[in-house]
């Protein structure tokens, strides 16, 4: 099984590819992780995306076709994935399909823009392995402000700043949402309300997917 889960930044794409993958024994494929994890090591590819996504700019699809490339040539992507965060640009998609990599099912999760800016002023990541909390909805179980998983520090996202979330939403309407209607047509896309409490959610994804 391979699928997409598409949806605005912060909309739960993450917290709900973790949760469905980790049912099914499935890879999870974080552009955004990926991406985060090279400017850490400070890589060639880290140096040129950093840039871009600090201003809440998409980087450009070259790199990111080249990472998605790579990636899914891993052997644990082999028994199926979930790609979270990529394609973001019909660009991306089209190279998807050159690559001939199938997709089953593409699941839109959608979230009002609104809900979408006060959650990111609450979402917290792992400095070390960039497990996603939030401080009301998801806190930490063990201790606050630290990694149920490793142990390391909460941080804060650079762009998860107000201002940073308003373009990268303004970016994910020009760019991204048009890959709704793209999928829609090939007759793979299905859609689910993101709600309040992540269990609900969660429940509502495993429904439209299973
Ligand atoms: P994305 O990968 O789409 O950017 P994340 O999975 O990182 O989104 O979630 C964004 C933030 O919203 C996280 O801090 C997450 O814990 C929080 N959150 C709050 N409510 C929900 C919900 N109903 N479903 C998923 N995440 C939620
Ligand atoms: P979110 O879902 O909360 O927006 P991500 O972790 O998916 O966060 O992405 C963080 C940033 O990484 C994006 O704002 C963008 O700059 C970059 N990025 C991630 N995936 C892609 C992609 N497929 N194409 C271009 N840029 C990407
Ligand atoms: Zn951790």
Redesign the pocket.
């Given at each position: 099984m391979n699928l997409i889960f598409l949806?605005?930044?912060?909309?739960g794409?993450?917290t709900h590819a973790a949760r469905f993958a980790e049912r099914h024994k499935l890879a999870t494929v974080?552009?955004?992780?990926l991406?985060?994890s090279a400017i850490k090591n400070g890589t060639e590819l880290g140096k040129q995306?950093n840039v871009?996504?600090q201003s809440?700019?998409?980087?450009?699809?070259e790199?990111?076709i080249g990472i998605?490339k790579e990636r899914l040539s891993e052997p644990d992507c082999a028994n199926g994935f979930i790609l979270?965060?990529?394609?973001?640009?019909i660009k991306?998609a089209e190279a998807l399909k050159a690559l001939g990599v199938s997709i089953d099912r593409v699941l839109n999760l959608h979230v009002d823009d609104e809900v979408i800016v006060t959650r990111?002023s609450g979402?917290r990541v792992c400095s070390e392995c960039g497990k996603t909390y939030h401080v009301l909805y998801t806190p930490p179980k063990k201790a606050d402000g630290i990694c149920d998983d490793c142990g390391a520090s909460l941080t804060i996202?650079a762009?998860?700043a107000p201002e940073t979330v308003r373009e990268?939403l303004r970016?994910?309407h020009e760019k991204t949402a048009p890959l709704i209607a793209y999928y829609e047509n090939e007759g793979i896309l299905v859609t689910v309300e993101g709600r309040e409490d992540p269990d609900e959610t969660s429940k509502a994804v495993f429904e439209a997917l299973e």
């Amino acid at each position: 099984m391979n699928l997409i889960f598409l949806g605005a930044p912060g909309a739960g794409k993450g917290t709900h590819a973790a949760r469905f993958a980790e049912r099914h024994k499935l890879a999870t494929v974080s552009t955004g992780e990926l991406l985060r994890s090279a400017i850490k090591n400070g890589t060639e590819l880290g140096k040129q995306a950093n840039v871009y996504m600090q201003s809440g700019d998409l980087v450009p699809d070259e790199l990111v076709i080249g990472i998605i490339k790579e990636r899914l040539s891993e052997p644990d992507c082999a028994n199926g994935f979930i790609l979270d965060g990529f394609p973001r640009t019909i660009k991306q998609a089209e190279a998807l399909k050159a690559l001939g990599v199938s997709i089953d099912r593409v699941l839109n999760l959608h979230v009002d823009d609104e809900v979408i800016v006060t959650r990111m002023s609450g979402r917290r990541v792992c400095s070390e392995c960039g497990k996603t909390y939030h401080v009301l909805y998801t806190p930490p179980k063990k201790a606050d402000g630290i990694c149920d998983d490793c142990g390391a520090s909460l941080t804060i996202r650079a762009d998860d700043a107000p201002e940073t979330v308003r373009e990268r939403l303004r970016v994910y309407h020009e760019k991204t949402a048009p890959l709704i209607a793209y999928y829609e047509n090939e007759g793979i896309l299905v859609t689910v309300e993101g709600r309040e409490d992540p269990d609900e959610t969660s429940k509502a994804v495993f429904e439209a997917l299973e």
